[in-house]
């Protein structure tokens, strides 16, 4: 198991060049202040605050399959936000509304 997650761990390090890791960074940094200012925005709950957490955790992760499955890397990063805004958007009115009702 030890060996499983090392090989991973190579793996994921090999596979983005230093251009690309630069490009992710700028992209989370602009993200996270975004991400943390929704709930604040008109929506003052917790819940919601964890969406937005949700919301830009699944931004990295679906960026990170596309790009790894050959993908531009922006086009990448960018279809996976955009996805991830949509999942958020449907969370924020399923919770909104659906469960305070």
Known sequence: MKDWIIKRTEEYS???SKKQTKILMIILTIS???MLLIPF?????FDNFLISIWGLILIDVLGVFFAKHRMN???AIVLGGLIAL???CLLFIYVGWVLKN
Not at 41 to 45: A, N
């Open 32 to 34: 996270v202040p975004i």
């Open 86 to 88: 949509l999942l958020d």
């Open 41 to 45: 925005l008109g929506w003052k709950k």
């Open 73 to 75: 890397f922006i086009v």
């Open 14 to 16: 090999n596979s983005f």
